[in-house]
């Protein structure tokens, strides 16, 4: 017997969830419990990256305002040279 009054449609691909939330769920999920075991450590890991992040965001300011104007220049072999000049907006 073959039904035809159905309306049921397949799901297509474009709505399923991407591959990099699948991965992200879990491991946000792991992460969570692990900073609940040990939430000296996972302070110590937040300070520290807020503090890696703002020590990144000063010294790349001062190595943008120390060349700013300078013209450097590297070689690619085989295809000549490159020049770029870095100016902060």
Known sequence: ???????IE???LT???PVRTA???PILLVAFFVALSYPLYALSVA????VGARVLQYGLAALV???RGRVRAFSLPGVGTVEFRV???
Do not use: C, F
């Open 47 to 50: 300070v520290g990256a807020l």
């Open 15 to 17: 709505d399923a969830p």
């Open 10 to 12: 397949p799901i297509p």
């Open 1 to 7: 017997m073959k039904y035809t009054n159905l309306d």
């Open 87 to 89: 100016t902060p907006q």
């Open 23 to 25: 991965l992200a769920v």
């Open 65 to 67: 305002a120390r060349n």
